[in-house]
């Protein structure tokens, strides 16, 4: 199961990232990892990690925009 939530993620993440008015650096800054590393992630070069996945969540549901598409994207239950 946290495949394919990690996967639905990684296909949403720019729209995400654009309803919480983030980018790359800012979203990288508040998760705790480098911009690289949201880049590697965007562009599948590297898998998610679940810790990452759970932050990412996290900071998409504080955003009202952010986390009503978290609801229609069925990102977390």
Do not use: C
Request: aromatic share 10%; no cysteine; net charge positive.
């Amino acid at each position: 199961m946290q495949d394919e939530y990690i996967d639905k993620l990684t296909k949403n993440l720019p729209v995400l990232r654009a309803a919480a008015h983030m980018t790359q650096a800012s979203l990288a800054e508040k998760v705790g990892v480098s911009r690289q590393t949201i880049v590697a992630v965007e562009t599948r070069k590297r898998p998610m990690p679940w810790i990452l996945y759970l932050a990412m969540m996290f900071v998409f549901m504080q955003h009202e925009e952010s986390n009503k598409l978290v609801k229609s994207f069925n990102l977390f239950d």
